[in-house]
């Protein structure tokens, strides 16, 4: 029986899929790809959908991952290790460990989506990313139902980048996630990004706790990202390309005022919402798909726009930040 999925992706497309089934543990999703019960292939992996662009119905079972559960695997006097199932909501993780005294994820707060979600594309924001704190990954492989956990390296983490989105995506579903958090409170929260520290210095603190840290960038998100339960969005639409120093340097002749950050190395960071900013898009609303009026790089969905109205508003904003600064914008969520 076909089901609808506007409800499961932030965006709000409407999408179906022949068959939807909750999973809430490891057996049932063992016995689904063993072939029990007779669920069409191929499998589509959900979790909160919050990063996801249904391009098309989709021509099989979406399995809503919402296994629950977490549990301290081991502990010293200044580290925690948590093992966290996949269907764990992350930002509700995020405030449950700041409470519990374990920290590091304070950066991370306000993110939408599963902690299953969360290494696929390295989640990051306010200069920390999901990586600086993983040990590990449990999959299962959808072949054999088997499972295997991949280690930090073989997860091959980059910005919003993992192999769970390239050469593995597809074989398994991540079922539990594995994060060493820090019991000291100094050191262990990231207080230099450059907003971040901004913010601080607006409100006189000098040396603010991690549930400071939390509740400010709570208060940043909620004042320039729009709530998906609200306006329908996936988050940033577009990766922050980067870019060669020597390209830089030309791109600075003509655009002396461009947003960037230097990672070093040769490789600078480009701020795309201020590209698109410039573009003219901040604001833009053709139908029901737009570019948010506070920040540029998200696009949303005002009611019905289909994935065609929203990938074809990306196109052109691809075509017209390549027009005016030569610059490939990628598509940052993942289209299905
Ligand atoms: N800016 C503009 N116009 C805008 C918005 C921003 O010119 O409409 C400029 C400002 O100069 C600002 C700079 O762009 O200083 C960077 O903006 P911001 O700090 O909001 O960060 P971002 O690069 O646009 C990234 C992540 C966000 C994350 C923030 C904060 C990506 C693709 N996006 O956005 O992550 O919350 O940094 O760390 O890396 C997401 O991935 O879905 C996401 C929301």
Same mark, same amino acid.
Do not use: F, M
């Given at each position: 029986m076909s089901a609808s999925l506007k409800r499961l992706n932030t965006l709000g497309i409407e999408a179906q899929s022949e068959q939807l089934i909750n999973v809430t543990n490891i057996d049932q999703l063992r016995n689904i790809f063993l072939?029990?019960? +007779?669920? @069409?292939?191929p499998f589509l992996i959900l979790g909160? *959908?919050?990063? $996801? =662009? %249904?391009s098309q119905d989709f021509p099989g079972t979406v399995l809503h991952i919402r296994i629950k559960g977490i549990e301290i695997v081991s502990e010293d006097t200044d580290t925690v290790t948590l093992s966290i199932s996949a269907g764990e909501i992350w930002d509700q993780l995020v405030g449950d460990c700041v409470d519990k005294g374990y920290?590091? $994820?304070? #950066? %991370?707060?306000?993110?939408?989506?599963?902690v299953g979600a969360a @290494? =696929?594309?390295n989640i990051g924001a306010y200069g920390v990313e999901l990586e600086q704190l993983l040990v590990s990954v449990d999959c299962m492989e959808i072949a054999t139902g088997a499972i295997q956990t991949f280690h930090h390296k073989e997860c091959k983490f980059g910005y919003r980048d993992s192999v769970f989105k390239g050469e =593995? +995506? *597809?074989r398994y579903v991540i079922t539990n996630v594995k994060l060493m958090l820090s019991? #000291?409170?100094?050191?262990?929260?990231? %207080? #230099?990004?450059k907003g971040l520290e901004t913010e601080f210095e607006k409100r006189g603190l000098t040396d603010p706790d991690p549930s400071t840290v939390r509740q400010v960038i709570e208060e940043i998100r909620q004042s320039k990202l729009p709530d998906p339960s609200v306006l329908s969005n996936a988050g940033s639409f577009f990766k922050n390309p980067v870019i060669s120093e020597q390209n830089y340097i030309q791109l600075l002749e003509k655009h002396p005022e461009i947003v960037s950050f230097n990672l070093g190395e040769g490789k600078i960071k480009l701020a795309a919402s201020w590209m698109i900013e410039k573009a003219g898009w901040k604001g833009f609303r053709e139908g029901d798909a737009g570019v948010f009026e506070r920040h540029a790089l998200i696009i949303v969905n005002? *009611?019905? +726009?289909t994935s065609h109205d929203i990938l074809s508003l990306a196109q052109q904003i691809q075509n017209s930040v390549f027009d005016q600064f030569g610059v490939v914008l990628e598509i940052e969520p993942v289209v299905v």
């Open positions: 072939g029990q019960g +007779a669920h @069409p292939r909160s *959908g919050s990063n $996801l =662009v %249904l920290y590091g $994820l304070e #950066n %991370l707060s306000g993110i939408p989506g599963t @290494p =696929v594309q =593995v +995506a *597809g019991k #000291n409170q100094d050191n262990s929260t990231s %207080l #230099n990004y005002h *009611g019905c +726009a």
